[in-house]
């Protein structure tokens, strides 16, 4: 699809007329009319407002001219896998697992490695395989072309072993020390537990970016400890195969 397709469907489809989608992006009807008309298209600060107002990438709105790869970890990026900002704009440089809130989640490729090992590792592929791609892969993506340009001095690093600290530090029985935090999008662990009432509930944002991770029970048991956290909390919970019967552990404000 053109442009001037996309974003007559867009504004159909939240039922806004040209004049009220005018409004909203600060530009007059007519320059609504004339982008459906295909005689101009937006320009980047108007694709920007666009893109943020309908929820959907500036290489969408100008019809998927490029494929769009994570600069971090080189997966092909979705609308609905690319990073935002603070203040709610697309970042089409990432994905949300490796940057999130204007912080880059890695710094250690090894680190950014062994999580890609345990994601993408099958029945095609073996860890060996996968890790002898990824460290040929990674050093050509941009991030880590220009690591030491974008590092910030290891406030990140040292949020994380914070987190970490205080983390190990409540003690949870039957939890082993947590020794990494890996960057973990809300919707793939937002998982629904039961009130005393019988009602459900979660606790996480689907569209989020957390600290976390999942360790074994020392105690041997076919239950799994997950741990989740950001500047705000931290939340421990037990669960089994496939987050299935999760039992919330520990639910703490920083």
């Excluded at 997966?75 to 697309?90: N, Q, T, V």
């Excluded at 590092?151 to 914070?162: L, Q, Y």
Aim: contains cysteine; aromatic residues 10%.
């Amino acid at each position: 699809m053109e442009t001037k397709d996309i974003i007559r469907e867009l504004r159909t489809k939240a039922n806004l007329s040209q004049e009220e989608l005018a409004e909203k992006i600060y530009v007059t009807r007519q320059a609504v009319s004339r982008w459906e008309n295909g005689d101009t298209i937006p320009g980047t600060e108007t694709l920007k407002l666009l893109s943020k107002l309908f929820g959907i990438s500036i290489n969408t709105l100008l019809g998927s001219p490029r494929e769009l790869v994570c600069q971090c970890c080189g997966m092909p990026l979705e609308d609905s896998d690319i990073s935002k900002e603070k203040d709610g704009f697309f970042n089409e440089e990432y994905c949300k697992w490796c940057y999130a809130d204007g912080e880059y989640m890695y710094h250690n490729m090894d680190d950014l490695i062994e999580v890609c090992v345990k994601t993408m590792a099958n029945e095609s592929f073996s860890p060996e395989e996968i890790r002898a791609y990824m460290k040929d892969r990674l050093p050509r993506l941009d991030y880590w072309k220009k690591y030491k340009n974008l590092d910030d001095g290891g406030k990140f690093e040292e949020f994380k072993r914070k987190l970490i600290d205080e983390i190990n530090a409540l003690g949870v029985e039957g939890m082993p020390n947590v020794e990494k935090l890996n960057a973990l999008v809300g919707g793939y662990v937002n998982l629904e537990h039961r009130l005393p009432n019988g009602n459900t509930v979660k606790f996480l944002d689907d569209n989020a970016t957390y600290l976390g991770n999942q360790l074994e029970c020392e105690f041997g048991t076919d239950r799994c400890f997950g741990v989740v956290a950001n500047m705000d909390f931290i939340l421990v919970c037990t669960y089994e195969e496939n987050g299935e019967n999760p039992e919330l552990v520990v639910y703490k404000k920083r």
